[in-house]
């Protein structure tokens, strides 16, 4: 990435920013490529998700994730530049993707501000292929027409755009200006795409159910029995229709504010289906060298009162069935790390991980990061964990599809974002359902080893299940 040494304050007019856009088509002519520009400007305290919803239409793509506990929030709208891959090395076609679009990328503004410079929003499928007519591809990748991200006190809009040799500059200048001039003042009151009322009660009903979750864990467990696998996670996929279309950004609100402590998020395919959740489990963070992971299985229900919660987090951490499921995933995952030349480190003792309705297992996982590994290659090595899919890997998931009877989609899916330093950070796509005009698709699963139980798993899907059904009410 070439960084222009462009004074933006002493430039702040439309003459000064199509001065600079003459230089970048110049740059491109020179290239023979089409070249990323990259514009980042600090502004006024802005929430990301409610300048999404301004500037939100149906027909555009967009990504957004939240960690409302941490003061972190990134949104994106439209496409500057995108690029789809699938099969195995689909992580690696996405990175030499992103490498190509970096090297011929211009950037202006404080690109070193948090979350400055453009951004690459990617989701990748639970599996290497997804069938055709899917929702989403099983991995794309695009860099946002518009940014905007809050990590803290500190607000940075972004626009990001391609020029050709060719472009015609003044439209493109035109466009750009009258962005940031909005983005500098911004008016929430001017939403592109009006949202319901917040005070109509929205009525949902259950339209149907993939497959008969009980005997599915049940013939799991005779998978088991036999050595075939020693974990596997299933889920279920429940079909709802609500009276009237539903809105992304309107359900995903209920979400952040129910569950401030997991990953809001909304991924768009510009063709009206959006997949949106809370998530409680990251996948992998990297910044400033250091690799940031976790192990998330085992769980139990919240207490009613504080003597019940902390009684009920006890028996989860001494429950042999739950600590063997955690340590499954600890050993899978510090052991595809160690592969890439890592040394994790993570404490002996798994800790309780509590959201709003349900108490996990919890062992926090990091690493120094070496030069010669890249975030997706960390990526790669660990999706899927066996926390959704199960171990050993490649027996756990051959079975998954016919177990449960339904096409995952970017459920438990590897979802989130990189910058152009190597940094960024991925969830899971679980706590989730996949948004498609009235219908809604919610899904649940829950990890199957030795001395599980199908009515105690199924009876954990369903605390899942109402938890973000509950969000879709509120």
């Known amino acids: 990435m070439t960084i222009v040494p462009l004074d933006l304050a002493a430039n702040a007019s439309l003459e000064?920013?199509?001065?600079?856009?003459?230089?970048?088509?110049?740059?491109?002519?020179?290239?023979?490529?089409a070249r990323l520009v990259s514009i980042s400007v600090e502004v006024d305290a802005l929430d990301p998700l409610a300048v999404l919803e301004s500037i939100f239409e149906p027909g555009e793509p967009h990504c957004y994730a939240?960690?409302?506990?941490?003061?972190?929030?990134?949104s994106g709208a439209e496409v500057a530049c995108e690029f789809e891959a699938s099969g195995p090395e689909r992580f690696a076609a996405v990175q030499h993707w992103i490498d190509d679009t970096i090297a011929g990328t211009l950037a202006v503004g404080d690109v070193t501000a948090p979350f400055g410079g453009p951004h690459f929003f990617a989701r990748f499928a639970f599996g290497d292929e997804t069938e055709a007519g899917a929702p989403f591809p099983a991995a794309h990748v695009f860099v946002p027409r518009w940014q905007v991200a809050r990590a803290g006190a500190v607000t940075t809009a972004v626009a990001n755009f391609l020029i050709t040799p060719d472009a015609p500059l003044a439209p493109l200048a035109e466009r750009v200006w009258k962005a940031h001039q909005k983005f500098r003042g911004f008016n929430y009151d001017e939403p592109r795409t009006a949202l319901p009322s917040g005070t109509e009660t929205l009525a949902i009903r259950r339209s149907g159910e993939a497959g008969d979750y009980r005997a599915a864990v049940a013939r799991a467990l005779e998978c088991?029995?036999?050595?075939?696998?020693?974990?596997?996670?299933?889920?279920?996929?429940?079909?709802?229709?609500?009276?009237?279309?539903?809105?992304?950004?309107?359900l995903l609100n209920g979400l952040r504010q129910r569950f401030p402590s997991c990953y809001a998020f909304s991924f768009a395919n510009g063709r009206g289906q959006s997949f949106i959740g809370a998530s409680p489990e990251r996948l992998v963070r990297v910044s400033q060298g250091v690799l940031e992971t976790e192990a998330l299985a085992g769980s139990i229900r919240r207490g009613a009162g504080a003597s019940e919660d902390a009684a009920l987090a006890a028996a989860l951490q001494r429950s042999d069935k739950d600590l063997r499921e955690q340590r499954l995933v600890i050993d899978a995952i510090t052991g595809r790390l160690e592969q890439l030349g890592l040394k994790p480190e993570f404490p002996s003792t798994p800790g309780i991980r509590r959201l709003a309705n349900v108490q996990h297992l919890h062992t926090p996982i990091r690493a120094v990061l070496p030069e010669s590994v890249r975030l997706l290659d960390a990526l790669a090595a660990l999706h899927p964990t066996p926390a959704v899919g199960g171990t050993p890997r490649a027996a756990a998931l051959a079975r998954i599809p016919e177990l449960e009877g339904f096409s995952r989609g970017l459920y438990a899916g590897a979802l989130g974002w990189l910058n152009a330093r190597g940094g960024g950070e991925f969830f899971v796509g679980l706590r989730s359902a996949l948004i498609d005009g009235s219908r809604a698709r919610l899904y649940a699963g829950a990890g199957i080893v030795a001395g599980s139980s199908p009515e105690n798993e199924f009876a954990e899907t369903e605390l899942k299940f109402k938890a973000i059904q509950d969000a879709l009410l509120s």
């Open 66 to 74: 939240e960690r409302p506990d941490l003061e972190t929030a990134i």
């Open 16 to 33: 000064g920013l199509q001065a600079f856009l003459t230089r970048c088509r110049e740059a491109a002519r020179q290239s023979g490529r």
């Open 224 to 250: 088991i029995g036999r050595g075939e696998f020693s974990k596997i996670v299933l889920a279920r996929a429940r079909d709802l229709v609500a009276d009237r279309p539903l809105h992304p950004l309107r």
